[in-house]
Each structure stands twice: as structure tokens, then as C-alpha cells.
């Protein structure tokens, strides 16, 4: 049992931070088009992906990684790489509730109103970007981090 937990939380985590690089690449990508239907595309299936693998992946992550620690007698919170992983993983999801789904949701709004009324005000597009890569990286950092802590196990 404690193997499968283990595959769930892997492959979890997997698919949580896969996705969340991704769409830092898919976006920078799109943003050298300067292109406000093709950015309002992107940003829509960003947002979208956070629903199919983001969010699910944080599910499998917690629900697995608690479950394999009861499972495999780990103390959560006296087992430092696990108390601190959870410490980076906490970090990452409120710069991502707070911060990067409310930016990306503004820069879908803003590209979108730049497709219909034609006039597309990129450098404004451009510092909400920023500001969203930003807060982006820190959600995808932490858990790297996190990730580090969890394969290499310090004492």
C-alpha cells in the first residue's frame, strides 16, 4: 500500500509541476507575438489546465503524501524534509490563490478586451505579465525545493 501512495504522489507531483513550467512556457511563448487573441488563447488554456492538472495534482499530492506517511509510520511534522516541504508546498499554494489565478485572469480579461475593441494595449498587458511570472516562479520554486527535500531526505 505504501508503494501505490508513493506512485500517487510522485506522479502527482509530476503532473502538478509539469504543468505549472509549461505554462510559463506557453506563455512567454505567446507574449512574443504581441498578439492580444493568441495571448487571450493562451491564457484561457493556462487557466484551464490549472483545473485539469494543477489543482488535481495538489489533491494527489496531499492526500497521498499524508496517507503514505501514516502508512509508512514517517512523523509529519518531526520529519524535517516533510514539515518543510509542506512549509514550500503551503508558500506555493498562496502565491497561487492569491497572486498568480487573480493575474491570470486579469491578463485573460486584458488580452480578450484587446481582441474585440482592436486596440491592445501590449505594455500594460506587459507589466500584469511580469508581475504574474513573478508570482509564478515562486509558486513553481517552492516546490522544487520541496521536491529536492523529498528525494534527498537530510537529516
Keep these: 500500500?505504501?508503494?501505490?501512495?508513493?506512485?500517487?504522489?510522485?506522479?502527482?507531483?509530476?503532473a502538478f509541476l509539469?504543468?505549472?513550467?509549461?505554462?510559463l512556457f506557453w506563455h512567454a511563448h505567446a507574449a512574443?507575438?504581441?498578439?492580444?487573441?493568441?495571448?487571450?488563447?493562451?491564457?484561457?488554456?493556462?487557466?484551464?489546465?490549472?483545473?485539469?492538472?494543477?489543482?488535481?495534482?495538489?489533491?494527489?499530492?496531499?492526500?497521498?503524501?499524508?496517507?503514505?506517511?501514516?502508512?509508512?509510520?514517517?512523523?509529519?511534522l518531526r520529519t524535517g524534509w516533510i514539515l518543510?516541504?509542506?512549509?514550500l508546498f503551503t508558500i506555493s499554494g498562496l502565491a497561487f490563490m492569491m497572486r498568480v489565478a487573480p493575474l491570470q485572469r486579469q491578463l485573460r480579461a486584458l488580452a480578450l478586451e484587446g481582441s474585440q475593441s482592436g486596440t491592445f494595449e501590449y505594455p500594460r498587458y506587459q507589466r500584469v505579465a511580469r508581475r504574474w511570472e513573478l508570482w509564478g516562479s515562486v509558486a513553481l520554486v517552492t516546490p522544487l525545493v520541496g521536491?529536492?527535500?523529498?528525494?534527498?531526505?537530510?537529516?
Design 18 to 23: 509539469g504543468n505549472i513550467t509549461t505554462g
Design 84 to 87: 518543510w516541504t509542506l512549509v
Design 32 to 76: 512574443r507575438t504581441k498578439d492580444a487573441r493568441h495571448l487571450a488563447h493562451t491564457m484561457d488554456g493556462i487557466i484551464r489546465s490549472d483545473r485539469l492538472f494543477t489543482i488535481p495534482g495538489v489533491i494527489g499530492i496531499v492526500v497521498a503524501g499524508f496517507a503514505a506517511a501514516i502508512v509508512g509510520h514517517l512523523p509529519i
Design 147 to 155: 521536491l529536492v527535500l523529498m528525494v534527498l531526505k537530510p537529516h
Design 1 to 14: 500500500m505504501y508503494l501505490l501512495l508513493k506512485l500517487v504522489h510522485v506522479a502527482s507531483a509530476i
